[in-house]
T-cell receptor, first 114, second 118 residues
Framework: TQLLEQSPQFLSIQEGENLTVYCNSSSVFSSLQWYRQEPGEGPVLLVTVVTGGEVKKLKRLTFQFGDARKDSSLHITAAQPGDTGLYLCAGLISTQGGSEKLVFGKGTKLTVNP | KAGVTQTPRYLIKTRGQQVTLSCSPISGHRSVSWYQQTPGQGLQFLFEYFSETQRNKGNFPGRFSGRQFSNSRSEMNVSTLELGDSALYLC?????????????????FGPGTRLLVL
């Protein structure tokens, strides 16, 4: 069972279009992160959201953390070919040992066509 | 500052063999985490090391093991390889361990080692 569900799994759009990808769970997270991964590379952190209802903007990317800290969304305005990549959300959860670990969604593979 | 480096980048093994992957964290980082990434399961947490001690372990069989050295470099080992172990193995380093005092340390990922088991 996947703790974090991302949708859509695949998204192919034209340059200039807007898009939103979602990250949902039935669990509460102390924080949630978004990463972008390009072929042949490891994921690169885009943003961390901590407070329920928090909205963060990174140029054309807008990230929102749900009020209940169970879900998040990533909105891209006027997508560009350089936005192509695998977008991953990851949530921080507590473990039985008292520490915390990151769990990842399977990702949304975005292709922006010129 | 050099990023996280992983060696080798590509590896082909056959079933039943064992493999050791290496990860050198960013200078000054003391925490190293390992992840397995496959198309079907996505990124799954293997284990985390901090100051040569394993802090966290994911739900993987005992064939998967790791260790961290005093210079923070880390290795992971997979024994008795199975076809399903074919994956991209990613290492990530951070200054401190995850979840310390409620703070999520930023993890910096290496490019990964792509393992193919035939």
């Amino acid at each position: 069972t996947q703790l974090l569900e991302q949708s859509p799994q695949f998204l192919s759009i034209q340059e200039g279009e807007n898009l939103t990808v979602y990250c949902n769970s039935s669990s509460v997270f102390s924080s949630l992160q978004w990463y972008r991964q390009e072929p042949g590379e490891g994921p690169v952190l885009l943003v961390t959201v901590v407070t329920g209802g928090e909205v963060k903007k990174l140029k054309r990317l807008t990230f929102q953390f749900g009020d209940a800290r169970k879900d998040s969304s990533l909105h891209i305005t006027a997508a560009q070919p350089g936005d192509t990549g695998l977008y991953l959300c990851a949530g921080l959860i507590s473990t039985q040992g008292g520490s915390e670990k990151l769990v990842f969604g399977k990702g949304t593979k975005l292709t922006v066509n010129p | 500052k050099a990023g996280v480096t992983q060696t080798p980048r590509y590896l082909i093994k056959t079933r039943g063999q064992q493999v050791t992957l290496s990860c050198s964290p960013i200078s000054g980082h003391r925490s190293v985490s390992w992840y397995q990434q496959t198309p079907g399961q996505g990124l799954q947490f293997l284990f985390e090391y901090f100051s040569e001690t394993q802090r966290n372990k994911g739900n993987f069989p005992g064939r998967f093991s790791g260790r961290q050295f005093s210079n923070s470099r880390s290795e992971m080992n997979v024994s008795t390889l199975e076809l399903g172990d074919s994956a991209l193995y990613l290492c990530a380093s951070s200054l401190g361990p995850s979840g310390r005092a409620g703070i999520q340390e930023t993890q910096y990922f290496g490019p990964g080692t792509r393992l193919l088991v035939l």
